[in-house]
T-cell receptor, first 113, second 112 residues
Framework: DVKVTQSSRYLVKRTGEKVFLECVQDMDHENMFWYRQDPGLGLRLIYFSYDVKMKEKGDIPEGYSVSREKKERFSLILESASTNQTSMYLC????????????FGPGTRLTVT | GEDVEQSLFLSVREGDSSVINCTYTDSSSTYLYWYKQEPGAGLQLLTYIFSNMDMKQDQRLTVLLNKKDKHLSLRIADTQTGDSAIYFCAEPLPGGGNKLTFGTGTQLKVEL
């Protein structure tokens, strides 16, 4: 079974803080993704990585950066958290066989006060 | 650009069938997905359908694909309280490799 884990289920941070969200997958998948999920908006792709040290912007990259130094780990960084970044953050991974879809972690609910 | 569209809410009684609808955007999508998200959890792949199929059945789940209208549906037979969740359809981004576009999600509420 593929397992995708995220470092925290719930996180509360203050405006202006630097925030790190970490994601680890155990299936040697090449592709990893960060989404945010907001009510009525579905999932929106923040960043995507298709290999170590490779990254691509998604639909809403502003205010975020990512790091992928090892294949199994993909980190999302909020350089200076703002209240409009309060959201559920979901990490996913996917191998070469596309029809098996993306495998998701349990999510991190981030609140920025 | 166009969005993958779903209605936001559906309420059914336990034991009835549920039908969740989705309109997708890319007629050349090679496969389409249905995901389920239970409260407080990440998304879980429920099923997928190849674009050369009109229907796929998997136990209580039936997926229907109408390529002409770019319409995808998920039917859940004998809906149970454990089926209460948000259901997302998703399609690959055109030329996007492994990236997916997700619908807004349909919240299914199963009442006793």
């Amino acid at each position: 079974d593929v397992k995708v884990t995220q470092s925290s289920r719930y996180l509360v941070k203050r405006t202006g803080e630097k925030v790190f969200l970490e994601c680890v997958q155990d299936m040697d998948h090449e592709n990893m993704f960060w989404y945010r999920q907001d009510p009525g908006l579905g999932l929106r792709l923040i960043y995507f990585s298709y290999d170590v040290k490779m990254k691509e912007k998604g639909d809403i990259p502003e205010g975020y950066s990512v790091s992928r130094e090892k294949k199994e780990r993909f980190s999302l960084i909020l350089e200076s958290a703002s209240t409009n970044q309060t959201s559920m953050y979901l990490c996913a991974s996917m191998g070469f066989v596309s029809f098996t879809g993306q495998y998701f972690g349990p999510g991190t609910r981030l609140t920025v006060t | 650009g166009e969005d993958v569209e779903q209605s936001l809410f559906l309420s059914v009684r336990e034991g009835d069938s549920s039908v969740i609808n989705c309109t997708y955007t890319d007629s050349s999508s090679t496969y389409l997905y249905w995901y389920k998200q239970e409260p407080g959890a990440g998304l879980q792949l429920l099923t997928y359908i190849f674009s050369n199929m009109d229907m796929k059945q998997d136990q209580r789940l039936t997926v229907l694909l109408n390529k002409k209208d770019k319409h995808l549906s998920l039917r859940i037979a004998d809906t149970q309280t454990g089926d209460s969740a948000i259901y997302f359809c998703a399609e690959p981004l055109p030329g996007g490799g492994n990236k997916l576009t997700f619908g807004t999600g349909t919240q299914l509420k199963v009442e006793l």
